[in-house]
Structures are given as structure tokens and as C-alpha cells.
């Protein structure tokens, strides 16, 4: 006598075989419930994530040349070119039969989600330590830019797919990271670097194209001709950029400022003498305006950053405002060199005795004439200085 073995449902076996982790956590009432707020809400939650995504890379993103961010932000532009390519073969279908594998179909909405994630993150960072090198002025230009690109890559991913915008996005994000990572390798800041750091994001702009083209059905010829002519378009106007100093001399960045009445070296300090300022004025920390007796040495000290064993001739380039013509006449441009590795910047400073009366500026430059920061002031001549003296020192 034998027992009947029950046979099982081959349709329900089915289900139960490719029921997926993220399947089983779907089906949780607090997980559905979250699901169905953030498709209710969905734009609440993207300026959330948008918001919440900057100030976390503002607050953890330390510097250029720190090992753990820079292999953060390899492992984001690696996650997003698998992406893409994912991306790409849910909207094309895989070649040549432009069929869709049904298991990435499900995750249609998530992997546009996540690569707006990577792609945002990419720019946040860039605004991050762009802004950190960029002046309020010509250099600020791309800042702008890159700000504008992390504002409008919060919208671009929700409309149809757009092979070529991606890839354009792509290529901007790729070239900003390594225009700052390259000087950290090459431990060089010059043109050299940053054409290198162009040419190897349009490299892999275009491996990426032609890997997509090699595994989807894309739409013709004339899809992958127009991505790949986005990105020469883009990298030649990078070069303009770069040439007409609308780009900051990133990975340098000038993290203090301010002029004196005395600086010198005291042990592993600087001490800096300014005058007291007003009670309305509590946060100043510098002599502005600066009261001058004739004769008296006017100091200009700054702190610049540039990433570890870099070595880097800095000016401070003095100027003071022709009011008669309108326009800013240098003086002096005082070099000195800096070495990178200390987080709060190499310190160094300057000095004048003769200045004349009114406004005056120090532009901390690079060799190539990039301004990295400017320290402004007012000179008001007077016999004696009979404001009390303060001090602080900077290490």
C-alpha cells in the first residue's frame, strides 16, 4: 500500500521561487504604508532627499585629498555607470531583439530613483569642494553651473528617458570628480592635469555609450551619434572654461583670511594682532578698517589648502581702488610657496608699509593668476592707534 505524494501547485512554486526579498518586505503593512506616502508625496520626498542629500555631503565631506571621500565618490560614479547601463536595457530592451528582461522591469522606478541619487550626490559633492576653491567672482561661474545641474537633476530623470542628457550628466559629473582627484594623484595643479582629468571622463562617456550600444536595442545610429557629440561638445566647452578662469582652481582652496597689525610664529601657532572691534561688530577678528600711522607695516595673512606633498606658489596680489578711474591698480604681488597636508591650510603672509588712504584688497592667486580668496579693507589714516589691541592665534 503505498501513500500518494502530494504534487505541488507548479504555479504557486513558481511564485514561491522568485519571490524576492524585496517582494516579502513589499507586502509588510509599514513598508506599504511608506510606499504608498512617498507615491502621494512624491515631490515632498525628492526636495527631502535633495536637501537632506546636500547638507549630509556639507557636513562629512572633509577634504580634496581624504582616502575614504574619494573612494566614496569612486564607488558612487562606479554604482552609476552600472546604472545606466541597467537603466538603458529596461527602456531599449536587450539587443537584438529589443525584448526587456521582465525581473529589471520591476525595478523600473527604482533604478531611475537610484541613479538620480548617485548622479545628485556627484554634483553635491562637486558644489561642496568647488565652492570650498571658488571666490565671489569669475571663478564662481562654474560653481553656478554646477549648482544649477544638481537643482535640475532632481527634475530631468522624472520625464522620458533621454539617452543623451544622461550621458551628457554623466560626462559633467565624471570630469568635475576627477578634475579635483587628479592634482591629489599627480600632486600637480596645471593645465595638464585638468585636460587629463577631461580626457579620461570623455573616455568613459564613451566606453559607456559603446558598452550600451553593444547590449541594447538602441533606436538607430543617430541616439549614440548624439550622445557622443554631447559629450565633445561639453569637454571642449570645459576648456573654454578652464582658459577664461571661469573654473576655481579646485583642489586648492583658501580656508582663512585677514589683515593685521602684527603676525609672527609663535611655537605652532600664528599670533595675530587686530584692533578691538565695536560691540556690534563682536565676530570681527581682523583690523577692518585699518587704522594707520604712517610708516606702520600692514600684514595680510591667509591659509591656503592644497592636498598632501603638494607644492604650490601662492601671491598676494596688493591693490588699492583708483577712485578717480574707477578701477583697482596692484601694487605689489608678493609670492610665497605653500605645502600641502595641513586641513586648516598652509599659513603665510605679507607685508606693505606704504599704502595709500582708502579702499584696499589682498587677491590670494594662484601662479596662473586664479584667485583663490581676497581679503578686503579700509586704510584710515591717524596719528596714533589708541583702540585696545587684541589677539588670536591660528594654528
Same mark, same amino acid.
Given at each position: 500500500?503505498?501513500?500518494?505524494?502530494?504534487?505541488?501547485?507548479?504555479?504557486?512554486?513558481?511564485?514561491?521561487?522568485?519571490?524576492?526579498?524585496?517582494?516579502? =518586505?513589499?507586502? +509588510?503593512?509599514?513598508?506599504? +504604508?511608506?510606499?504608498?506616502?512617498?507615491?502621494?508625496?512624491?515631490? @515632498?520626498?525628492?526636495?527631502?532627499?535633495?536637501?537632506?542629500? #546636500? @547638507?549630509?555631503?556639507?557636513?562629512?565631506?572633509?577634504?580634496?585629498?581624504?582616502?575614504?571621500?574619494? @573612494?566614496?565618490?569612486?564607488? &558612487?560614479?562606479?554604482?552609476?555607470?552600472?546604472?545606466?547601463?541597467?537603466?538603458?536595457?529596461?527602456?531599449?530592451?536587450?539587443?537584438?531583439?529589443?525584448?526587456?528582461?521582465?525581473?529589471?522591469?520591476?525595478?523600473?522606478?527604482?533604478?531611475?530613483?537610484?541613479?538620480?541619487?548617485?548622479?545628485?550626490?556627484?554634483? %553635491?559633492?562637486?558644489?561642496?569642494?568647488?565652492?570650498?576653491?571658488?571666490?565671489?567672482?569669475?571663478?564662481?561661474?562654474?560653481?553656478?553651473?554646477?549648482?544649477? *545641474?544638481?537643482?535640475?537633476?532632481?527634475?530631468?530623470?522624472?520625464?522620458?528617458?533621454? *539617452?543623451?542628457?544622461?550621458?551628457?550628466?554623466?560626462?559633467?559629473?565624471?570630469?568635475?570628480?576627477?578634475?579635483?582627484? *587628479?592634482?591629489?594623484?599627480?600632486?600637480?595643479?596645471?593645465?595638464?592635469?585638468?585636460?587629463?582629468?577631461?580626457?579620461?571622463?570623455?573616455?568613459? %562617456?564613451?566606453? @559607456?555609450?559603446?558598452?550600451?550600444?553593444?547590449?541594447?536595442?538602441?533606436?538607430?545610429? =543617430?541616439?549614440?551619434?548624439?550622445?557622443?557629440?554631447?559629450?565633445?561638445?561639453?569637454?571642449?566647452?570645459?576648456?573654454?572654461?578652464?582658459?577664461?578662469?571661469?573654473?576655481?582652481?579646485?583642489?586648492?582652496?583658501?580656508?582663512?583670511?585677514?589683515?593685521?597689525?602684527?603676525?609672527?610664529? %609663535?611655537?605652532?601657532?600664528?599670533?595675530?594682532?587686530?584692533?578691538?572691534?565695536?560691540?556690534?561688530?563682536?565676530?570681527?577678528?581682523?583690523?577692518?578698517?585699518?587704522?594707520?600711522?604712517?610708516?606702520?607695516?600692514?600684514?595680510?595673512?591667509?591659509?591656503?589648502?592644497?592636498?598632501?606633498?603638494?607644492?604650490?606658489?601662492?601671491?598676494?596680489?596688493?591693490?588699492?581702488?583708483?577712485?578717480?578711474?574707477?578701477?583697482?591698480?596692484?601694487?605689489?604681488?608678493?609670492?610665497?610657496?605653500?605645502?600641502?597636508? +595641513?586641513?586648516?591650510?598652509?599659513?603665510?603672509?605679507?607685508?606693505?608699509?606704504?599704502?595709500?588712504?582708502?579702499?584696499?584688497?589682498?587677491?590670494?592667486?594662484?601662479?596662473?593668476?586664479?584667485? =583663490?580668496?581676497?581679503?578686503? #579693507?579700509?586704510?584710515?589714516?591717524?596719528? %596714533?592707534?589708541?583702540?585696545?589691541?587684541?589677539?588670536?592665534? &591660528? &594654528?
Amino acid at each position: 500500500m503505498s501513500a500518494e505524494v502530494p504534487v505541488p501547485n507548479s504555479a504557486a512554486a513558481d511564485e514561491e521561487s522568485t519571490d524576492t526579498i524585496l517582494d516579502r =518586505l513589499q507586502r +509588510r503593512p509599514r513598508i506599504r +504604508r511608506l510606499a504608498d506616502f512617498g507615491a502621494r508625496h512624491r515631490n @515632498l520626498v525628492a526636495a527631502a532627499f535633495f536637501f537632506g542629500g #546636500f @547638507l549630509w555631503d556639507l557636513l562629512t565631506l572633509r577634504r580634496a585629498d581624504a582616502w575614504l571621500d574619494n @573612494l566614496l565618490l569612486a564607488s &558612487y560614479l562606479s554604482a552609476l555607470t552600472a546604472l545606466i547601463v541597467l537603466t538603458a536595457r529596461v527602456e531599449f530592451g536587450d539587443r537584438p531583439s529589443g525584448n526587456r528582461d521582465r525581473r529589471l522591469l520591476r525595478f523600473r522606478t527604482v533604478l531611475r530613483d537610484a541613479t538620480q541619487f548617485l548622479m545628485g550626490a556627484l554634483f %553635491s559633492a562637486s558644489v561642496v569642494f568647488y565652492g570650498q576653491s571658488a571666490s565671489l567672482g569669475r571663478t564662481s561661474v562654474y560653481v553656478v553651473v554646477l549648482i544649477a *545641474l544638481l537643482v535640475a537633476n532632481e527634475f530631468v530623470h522624472r520625464r522620458r528617458f533621454n *539617452l543623451t542628457l544622461l550621458i551628457a550628466l554623466y560626462f559633467l559629473a565624471a570630469a568635475s570628480y576627477l578634475i579635483l582627484l *587628479l592634482p591629489v594623484l599627480l600632486l600637480r595643479v596645471d593645465f595638464a592635469s585638468f585636460i587629463g582629468a577631461g580626457i579620461t571622463g570623455a573616455l568613459l %562617456s564613451a566606453g @559607456l555609450v559603446w558598452y550600451v550600444d553593444t547590449r541594447c536595442a538602441l533606436p538607430g545610429r =543617430l541616439t549614440r551619434t548624439k550622445a557622443v557629440a554631447a559629450v565633445g561638445g561639453l569637454f571642449a566647452l570645459l576648456n573654454v572654461f578652464y582658459l577664461t578662469n571661469l573654473i576655481p582652481p579646485v583642489p586648492l582652496a583658501m580656508k582663512y583670511g585677514g589683515v593685521f597689525h602684527d603676525v609672527y610664529r %609663535s611655537g605652532e601657532a600664528y599670533r595675530l594682532t587686530y584692533e578691538a572691534p565695536p560691540w556690534h561688530r563682536f565676530w570681527s577678528q581682523t583690523s577692518d578698517p585699518f587704522r594707520h600711522v604712517k610708516g606702520e607695516p600692514v600684514y595680510c595673512f591667509a591659509a591656503v589648502f592644497a592636498p598632501t606633498d603638494l607644492r604650490e606658489r601662492i601671491y598676494h596680489a596688493w591693490q588699492y581702488r583708483d577712485e578717480r578711474r574707477g578701477k583697482w591698480v596692484e601694487t605689489d604681488r608678493i609670492p610665497y610657496e605653500v605645502v600641502g597636508g +595641513r586641513a586648516r591650510g598652509y599659513r603665510g603672509f605679507t607685508y606693505k608699509r606704504t599704502v595709500h588712504v582708502g579702499p584696499w584688497r589682498v587677491l590670494v592667486e594662484d601662479e596662473r593668476g586664479f584667485v =583663490l580668496g581676497k581679503v578686503t #579693507f579700509d586704510i584710515v589714516p591717524v596719528d %596714533s592707534v589708541t583702540a585696545p589691541m587684541k589677539t588670536r592665534l &591660528y &594654528y
